[in-house]
C-alpha cells in the first residue's frame, strides 16, 4: 500500500540506532561515547578521539601507537594520482579536488572495497585516515601553486597534516605546539555529530554496499553545501563584509530580524540545539587563546563578540532560541592559522571524517537494510500516449 504521510527534512524520523554520539538540543550535551565534548577537546587528541569513535573505546598506549604507526605506514598516495590533481585549474574549489581524489582513490586501492573481515574492515579504514590528509594537503597546495610536501613520519597525526599543509617551499618548516594543538581541538568539536546531512548520505550510499572510499566521497559533496559545512565559509565573509561596512552590527542585526529581508545572521542557529551549541563556546575561548598566542588582532573577532552579546539581548533570537552555532567562530581560527577561506569547509571534512568511517562502520556490522524511503505522489493520473506527430 501507499504511504500517506511524509516528513520533510527527516526533522523527525529517527533512521537508525547508534551507540556513537549523544546529542541532547535542549539542554547542550554532546557526548562522544559517553565522553563530554568538553573532556575530549580539553584532554584527548584527535587520533584517540577518532579510535574511540570508530572502535568505541579509548585506545590504551599500545593500541594507539599501533593504530598511529599503522597509519604511517598507509601514508603514501599514488603518484599517478597526482595526474589526476594537475588536471584540475587552480580555481577549482579544494572540497570538489577533495571528492575527487577520494573517490579516485578508489582505482589505486582495490582491496579497500574489502570489509567482510574485521581485519579488512581495519585495512580499510588505516588507509582512508592516512592518505586522507594527504589529499586535503593537495588540494590546499593547488591552491597557492605550492610543491607538495611528502610530510614527515616521526610527526603526530595532526602535526603532520599540519606539516603538509602549511610548510614553505625553501624555507625549515617550524611550528609553535600551541598552534598544533589548536587545530587537534577544533578537529575534535568536529569529528561527529550523528545524523547530519553528511553522516546520513555516507550511511545512505554504504547501505547500498558501496565502499567506504565511495561513501566518504558522497559525504564530502553533502558537507560542501552552505547549508551545512559550507556555513563556516560564509560567516567569515559576512564578518568582511559588516567590517567593510563601517562594523556598524545593530544595522545588521535589523537586517536579520526584518522578515522582508533575506538577510540571515550567519553562524547563529541550528536545527538540534535550541539552548546553546557547547561545541560553539569551546570555540569562542579557543579563538581568544589562538589569535592571544599569535598576536593578532583581528577586528573580524570583535564584530562577532559584539554581535554575540547584541544577539543574545535581543528578544528576537531569545524567543527562537537562536544562539551561536560551531561555524560562528571557527572561521576566524582559521584564518589567524593562515588557512584560506576556500579551505574552511576542507578543514571540517578533515575533522568529520572518523565520525564518517564510525558511522558507515557501524552500519554495515549491524547489517542495516538498503536505505530507501518512500513518497506521496502528487502528479498525474493514467493517461493515453500519443505520438510525436499528434501532439
Ligand atoms: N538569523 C535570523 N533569523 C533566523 C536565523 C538566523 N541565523 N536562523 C533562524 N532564524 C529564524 C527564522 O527566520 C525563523 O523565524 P520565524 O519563526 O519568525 O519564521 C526561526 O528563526 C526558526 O528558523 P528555521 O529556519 O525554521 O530553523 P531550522 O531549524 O530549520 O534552521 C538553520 C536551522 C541552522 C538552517 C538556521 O538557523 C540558519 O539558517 N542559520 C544560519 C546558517 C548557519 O549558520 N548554518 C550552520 C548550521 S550548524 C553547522 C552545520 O550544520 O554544518
Known sequence: GGITTIDPGYKNTGSCESAITYLDGEKGILRYRGYSIESLAEKADF?????????????TKVELEKFHADIKAESHVDEDMKKILDGFPKSAHPMGVLSALTSALIAFNPTSVNVDSEEDMYKTIVKLLAKFPVLASWA??????????????????????????????????????????????????????????????????????????ASTSAGISALWGPLHGGANQAVIEMLEAIKEDGGDTKKYMAKAK??????????FGHRVYKNFDP??????????????????????????????????????????????????????IYRALGIPVEMFTVMFALGRLPGWIAQWKEMRERKEPIGRPRQVYIGENLREFRPVSER
Open 140 to 213: 590546499l597546495r593547488k591552491k597557492k601553486s605550492q610543491p607538495l610536501d611528502y610530510g614527515d613520519n616521526n610527526l603526530g597525526y595532526v602535526a603532520n597534516l599540519h606539516k603538509m599543509m602549511f610548510s614553505k617551499p625553501n624555507q625549515d618548516y617550524k611550528v609553535d605546539q600551541s598552534i598544533i594543538d589548536a587545530l587537534d581541538k577544533l578537529l575534535i568539536l568536529h569529528a561527529d555529530h550523528e545524523q547530519n546531512c553528511s553522516t546520513s548520505t555516507v550511511r545512505m550510499v554504504g547501505s547500498a554496499h558501496a565502499g567506504l572510499f
Open 279 to 332: 561545541r560553539a563556546k569551546i570555540i569562542k575561548v579557543a579563538a581568544d587563546d589562538v589569535l592571544n598566542m599569535l598576536g593578532i588582532e583581528d577586528p573580524v573577532l570583535d564584530i562577532a563578540k559584539g554581535l554575540e552579546k547584541e544577539a543574545l539581548e535581543d528578544p528576537y533570537f531569545v524567543d527562537r532560541k537562536l544562539y551561536p552555532n560551531v561555524d560562528f567562530y571557527s572561521g576566524i
Open 47 to 59: 587520533l584517540e578521539v577518532a579510535y574511540l569513535l570508530i572502535f568505541g573505546e579509548l585506545p
Open 258 to 267: 526584518d522578515k522582508k529581508d533575506p538577510f540571515r545572521l550567519m553562524g
